[in-house]
């Protein structure tokens, strides 16, 4: 069996990879298992040395990166340039924080000594999109590996060039062998990866679907899952809205990665008062996007990673259309390029609970307007979601802006006047159908660590 790489842009095919066999796939397992035992013994010191110069190697080669991103999935060349240098800074972040977030915690008891210690699990398997190829592996493995976990990384099959390039970077920053290894197999063969006693835990980045299914793989056998599902982002725009910065910053969180994104903005709710303006505003911001070939400079929106997510995308279109809403831009398949897949920037309006853009995730570059009659009824239907993963709403009014976001809005990151973004700074996942766990900050290097009690009496 082989797995088959697809430029987006032509259709052409990129290489073949030839499957890991079960055979291959478990002495791989055992290696980094057996990597691992050495491993968690180094010191924070040598971990981070490791990680700052997987950094430097990140930004040495982020345009053969960004070049193999635009080859495998379409993203342009400067978006991805931009993803590797946000994987360089995680990498230093972690190298920077980690030992301080995992310093032992004394709590005062009627010991003589009692604390808490931060202890690496072991072996940990990420299983991964596409539609950031780099930045949503570095995410996991930079923490991971601070903390003293092994990976290994089941990556989406489309992107199997990245998932080798980055094996590749952690040998070359000095990495341990086997410390870090790509299974090249079908997402069927991550039960059994899952499954095997050397590994401990499992981290998802993907589709609600995908979720349950690793979720209840991992329960089985009593280990550890962190999931970052989909999402269907509701953007709220108040009456005080400063409607040109509104319009300009939902264009780009819509239109970010090609519309590829599990926290681009999804649903606009907008109060009816300032509905009109913001639309004509958002429309023309929508429409001055350049789409093309990912290797011009110029091009802001490249095509969507494959084919057949293309196809999906505009029957969801159809299916709103014929249900009641309004097309005002966009929802063509270009002519000329009808066997590739591209899309063309899209806006829905009139959309209703009931259709599918208003319960389902749009993964692509599709806005859905929804009009609400005021902020509590924007709250209600912002809310009104199986979702959780992020928010935004948009007021001149900081202080309001900022009690909405706090306690009103029920999503796993909640920005205001701003797009909603990961950082290595601050926790990101989600809630409700969104997925559970954390990452980046504090919070992601301790998801998989052994919270230890010691009681020396």
């Keep these: 069996m082989s797995i088959q790489s697809v430029n987006p842009v032509n259709g052409k095919v990129i290489k073949n990879y030839k499957e890991h066999s079960w055979n291959q796939v478990s002495k791989k397992i055992v290696a980094t298992h057996l990597a691992w035992l050495n491993w968690q013994n180094t010191s924070f010191s040598e971990r981070a040395y490791m990680l700052r110069k997987t950094a430097e190697l990140l930004v040495q080669r982020k345009t053969e990166l960004a070049t193999l991103m635009a080859t495998e999935m379409g993203k342009p060349i400067k978006d991805g340039i931009a993803e590797i240098e946000k994987c360089a800074s995680v990498c230093d972040y972690y190298a920077d924080n980690g030992e301080t977030f ?170 009816k008062k300032v509905e009109r303006e913001f639309v004509e505003l958002f429309k023309a911001k929508m429409a001055a996007r350049i789409t093309g070939d990912p290797f011009d400079a110029n091009t802001n929106l490249g095509p969507m990673s494959r084919l057949d997510l293309r196809d999906e995308l505009h029957q969801q279109v159809q299916e709103n259309i014929m249900a009641g809403a309004k097309c005002i831009l966009g929802g063509q398949i270009p002519d000329y390029k009808s066997k590739h897949a591209f899309y063309t920037p899209t806006i829905l309006t009139g959309i209703k609970k009931g259709m599918p853009a208003y319960e389902e995730e749009i993964f692509g570059p599709v806005a859905s307007i929804i009009s609400a009659r005021n902020t509590d009824d924007a709250i209600r239907i912002a809310n009104d979601t199986s979702f959780g993963l992020g928010a935004a709403v948009f007021t001149r009014d900081r202080s309001l802006g900022e009690q909405i976001a706090k306690t009103r809005l029920n999503a796993g990151s909640c920005f205001v006047n701003s797009f909603v973004k990961s950082d290595p700074r601050l926790p990101f996942g989600g809630i409700n159908q969104s997925g559970y766990g954390r990452e980046l900050g504090i919070f992601g290097i301790r998801e998989f660590v052994n919270i230890k009690t010691v009681y020396v009496k």
């Design 102 to 271: 995992l310093k032992d915690e004394i709590i005062e008891t009627e010991a003589s000594r009692s604390y808490v210690s931060f202890r690496p699990l072991g072996v940990v398997l990420a299983v991964m999109p596409w539609n950031f190829p780099y930045w949503q592996l570095f995410r996991f493995l930079a923490p991971a590996l601070m903390a003293g976990n092994c990976g290994l990384l089941k990556h989406a099959s489309n992107v199997s060039g990245c998932a080798l390039s980055i094996e590749q970077i952690i040998k070359d920053a000095g990495f341990p062998a086997n410390v870090f290894q790509v299974l090249l197999i079908n997402s069927k063969v991550v039960k059994d990866v899952i499954a095997h006693p050397a590994v401990k835990a499992v981290t998802l980045t993907g589709s609600t679907e995908a979720g349950i299914h690793v979720a209840q793989q991992a329960a089985q056998q009593l280990k550890k899952s962190v999931l970052e599902l989909g999402g269907s982002d509701p953007y709220i725009i108040l009456e005080d809205a400063d409607i040109e910065l509104a319009a300009d910053i939902c264009a780009q969180s819509r239109l970010i990665n090609n519309g590829q994104s599990c926290i681009a903005a999804k649903r606009f709710i907008v109060v």
